[in-house]
């Protein structure tokens, strides 16, 4: 959901690479690695075991799964149906086994096009719960788990905060399991539209330390929340200090230009141009992924 | 919202009109017609006072008002205008002046044409609610009401009923006051498109008497609840049953011919062709209305 | 493209079946029959071979194909992958082998849900004529046939005939093939979501028979035209004259009532409610197919 | 549209702007500045009359106008009238008075939300071609211009030029007016949705000067062609380019640091989070505009 948080959730791969640059390890925190170099397919999984390592990556405890596909936004639907199953196993891993119902969350806005991830793959999803209700569980062979969706749309649809519209509608139904999923903002172009990050904690803005309480998170809706990201946008501020950053010579005049520069950009986002290809096909690879761990 | 009802939701007229042909007169109801000739706007309200008129009309006690508009689904924003003001007159009694927080919630498939009404509707109102929280009353000059707005969505969509995303935000957000939006089957095709009836009495399937927890009405939800709907479709089994009636010699025959063809019909509807056009107008008078009435 | 032409294009399925009822064989008809009973697929191909054949038939010489796939909106992807490799079959027959550059047309509304099937099977098509032009065969691996494609709307929102938009298109950008998709009106609601017909005729309305010139055909364009069309709906005045017909004693009656009802039917359709689910998951086989035998 | 000609057509505004820096009167081109400041919309004529003026300006001898209307994207139903009554009158001169036939054009790509300008402008257009055809002048009282209008979508969806699809529709309709409806990209955020551009010289691309073969305009159609376009985007190339160049000690530096951002950004734009409510209200106001001239 672009924009509504204050600071906007982003990837753990990139905290982690802030550090790489410094060659530091991170106590706290465990990095696993693995390629898959003929399906072009690569992992990184950062568990934030303790609260020290919390402190330090500048995000809540808990797992971090980044899967990197730098063919995801082309037209190939075997490489995509790869990333679906790779999905899939991970999401199985963070659910555990037993029975259970579950309410997937499409956040952001389905008329700004980077931003409509989450209600696109909600779009695609098997919908199960409401069909096991009324004609009992012989009626969808072989389904595991029941499954809701809404798309809560954005605060200047609504006139709500959409943790509001979850909270209520996690106590109206009672999920055992809340799977959101969001358009993020990367800090760099070249991450966009090829990375999925999966997550065991949730959204949470800000430092991602100490108060969680405005996070979409198990803290406030007392069930397990994964969040499923794909960075869609890099805020146009960001891109443009980075840039300034590289020309300045002296640290004064950077941050002066970027004091002159900022305010008009901080409203704004830097996309592709093919964006709508893109979430097309990248949100089918999620549906996808979800019905095959879900069903 | 098509279908999700077991019995449709339908128009208080065509319940009263079936008693006229009879000449009746029924206690505890109380009927008020009045006509704008040059505006073409004629406005019925059927009050409903007593159990016993419940009982008679098969709907709650309550308020039914309902504008005829010949021309509503024709091109003319002069005449759309008068009748958002006429709906934004009405609203204003039904609502009271003090100051209030309304959610709106457009029912319906955002995906099926002539169920598109709510959602439509929910898409051109005027959004305040999260503008006064943040910036105080003062940033908006002149705002009456707070609103905020839901799409729940249908069934097939979202594995959940309606009523249950809809408690969920009630209960989270306390709205004072709960507006609902409906595309309504009505009984014949004459009167598609062209009648918008408002109640506040909610939205009530069944017999309308007795048990009202399935409908979305003050009882359920624990405020008030008005119902905006027009007739956008006429239930396919209803259309040719009628056509069957009057042709067939006698009731036995009608029947044996009725039960042979309304099981593939049940699940159809009839709609015109030109059905975009008109639910982009009706949708676009009937927010005015509301637009008028909140701010 | 529901409604625009005086008499709808509809199934050479059910003209053929109004004869068989009178066990008559058709000079100048053949007609073949297959079945796959294991995978559900029924295929009928009238072939109409003579001037004489055509007059009896109501539509021009030609080849019309039916595949029926009594699940086909259903939710089962190997079964919608069977249908689409079928139809693929046919597609690739009709075409002819030589290097090709094929113009599809998506004909209908995409605001009106029944009617958006054309727009809808467009939007999933693999499209390659611009990517040939710039960067040469060889960056296609594998591609046999140049895809262009367009939706030219319908009359009310472009002001033309589509007939003048195809045309315009066609003389400019010279395809060597046009394919049209279509959402078609049956006569029976059993029909609906279920058949898939495919033409070498393109597009006639009207009895089929002598002038073919307002039709999307070889005539017209110059070019070969295949039709692939789907009954998406059912004319509300056909359905209720059917049930008329069987209700009333005497013809007199029966026509007696017709009259009455059909004025305010004629401009309506009949339809099922849940078309948006139907019309994804038909469109979707269909450019699956269309995929297939063009790449 | 966004991105399919290899030079951005832009805003003539900003051509003449960088002139005035160095304060230099264009011999060729005159310009003429108004400004309603009660109602805050500010125009401005560039008028370039000789080939010289052409040359120095980079754009093709013809009239452009600009209208700056700072709250544009702001809610204000009056201020946006006031904006489309301005287009009106201009339009209206730019057309001339004798009884015409218009085509209107709406460029971009209606799945990418700043792109999606012009298919929405046409989606609010009265289109009144083919009901001036079926029923006679009479049939719209008071109606000026036949008006007929297509979207053509991009060459990512069609695979043909959108040049190829309009000179067929030209041909084939004959219109005797074509007003081109484009999403424009501005050298700066601040000029971002309040600009309006109205020239009679369409659209083209590159340098202006010399061969215009490949533009939308009189030349290639063979009617005059008038193009109505809004900033919506900032190349993300521009915006980092310009704020490295302020940063930048030198120019070497600067070119080096250009050379390794700008092949990343080159097929990114930089667009309003809230940019779907901007193309929303600002179509609806061009459409009103057109409506306004043409009827």
Redesign the interface.
């Known amino acids: 959901m672009?924009?509504e948080f204050s600071v906007r959730t982003d990837l753990a791969l990139e905290a982690k690479e802030s550090f790489e640059e410094d060659d530091v390890e991170i106590r706290g925190v465990q990095i696993e690695e693995s390629a898959d170099e003929e399906k072009e397919i690569y992992t990184t999984i950062v568990r934030i075991v303790t609260e020290n390592g919390a402190k330090a990556m500048g995000k809540p405890v808990g797992n971090y799964i980044t899967l990197e596909a730098p063919n995801m936004s082309a037209?190939d639907e075997d490489y995509h149906r790869e990333i679906s199953a790779v999905l899939a196993g991970h999401l199985r891993k963070l659910m555990g086994e037993e029975e259970q119902t579950v309410l997937v969350v499409g956040l952001g806005?389905r008329?700004?096009?980077p931003d409509a991830l989450g209600p696109s793959v909600?779009g695609n999803l098997?919908?199960?719960?409401?069909?096991v209700r009324e004609y009992g569980k012989a009626s969808l062979e072989g389904v595991k788990k029941?499954?809701?969706?809404?798309?809560?749309?954005v605060?200047?649809?609504?006139?709500?905060?959409t943790l509001?519209?979850i909270?209520?509608?996690?106590?109206?139904?009672k999920p055992q399991i809340v799977i959101v999923i969001d358009a993020l903002a990367a800090r760099s172009?070249?991450r966009l539209n090829r990375t999925i990050q999966i997550t065991d904690t949730g959204i949470n803005p800000g430092s991602g330390v100490g108060n969680h309480r405005n996070g979409i998170n198990q803290e406030v809706l007392g069930v397990p929340v994964i969040a499923i990201g794909v960075p869609t946008v890099v805020d146009?501020a960001t891109?443009?200090n980075d840039?300034?950053e590289?020309?300045?010579?002296t640290k004064e005049?950077?941050q002066s230009?970027r004091e002159?520069?900022s305010p008009?950009?901080n409203?704004?986002?830097?996309?592709?141009?093919?964006?709508?290809?893109t979430i097309k096909r990248v949100s089918f690879t999620i549906s996808e992924g979800l019905n095959m761990a879900l069903s």
Chains 1, 2, 3, 4 share one sequence.
Request: glycine share 6%; net charge negative.
């Open positions: 672009l924009g037209e806005n008329e700004v096009t909600v098997k919908i199960t719960r409401h069909i029941l499954v809701s969706a809404i798309v809560p749309g605060m200047a649809q609504t006139g709500m905060e509001e519209i909270k209520g509608v996690v106590e109206e139904t172009t070249k146009a891109i443009v840039s300034v590289q020309a300045a010579e005049k950077s230009i002159k520069i008009h950009l409203t704004m986002f830097v996309t592709p141009k093919d964006i709508d290809e």
